[in-house]
């Protein structure tokens, strides 16, 4: 009886493992190779869509701003110093290319020199 379970449990694994071996095989067919680069090259489209979406928004956003402070009687300057507060606030940084903790702007915190 031990015998047989021990049989029983080699062919299960082994049939888990000719499923997966052979799973890996399928991707490196032409068929397979040619799925992933189509999958992949969707992916990059969908994220290039995405983003110029984004930039979209931020762009029609910035423009509803700008139509409010003209329609205010805003000086645009000033709307432009604010923007500017309201970054150097949050830590973007400044218009030397600093940020709060003296970081260089899009670059480490530490080690880079200048």
């Known amino acids: 009886m031990k015998r047989l379970l021990w049989l029983g449990i080699g062919v299960a694994g082994g049939g888990l ?49 700008l139509h409010a402070a003209l329609l205010e009687g805003t000086d645009l300057d000033e709307a432009y110093q604010d923007q500017q507060d309201y970054q150097d606030r949050d830590g973007y940084g400044d218009r030397d290319g600093e940020r709060e903790d003296g970081a260089p702007v899009g670059g480490p915190a530490e080690g880079t020199a200048r």
């Open 17 to 65: 493992v000719v499923r997966a071996v052979s799973r890996k095989a399928r991707a490196y067919t032409p068929s397979g190779l040619a799925s992933a680069a189509r999958d992949s090259g969707r992916n990059l489209l969908d994220s290039m869509r995405d983003f110029v979406d984004d930039v979209r928004d931020g762009m029609r956003e910035r423009e509803r701003e």
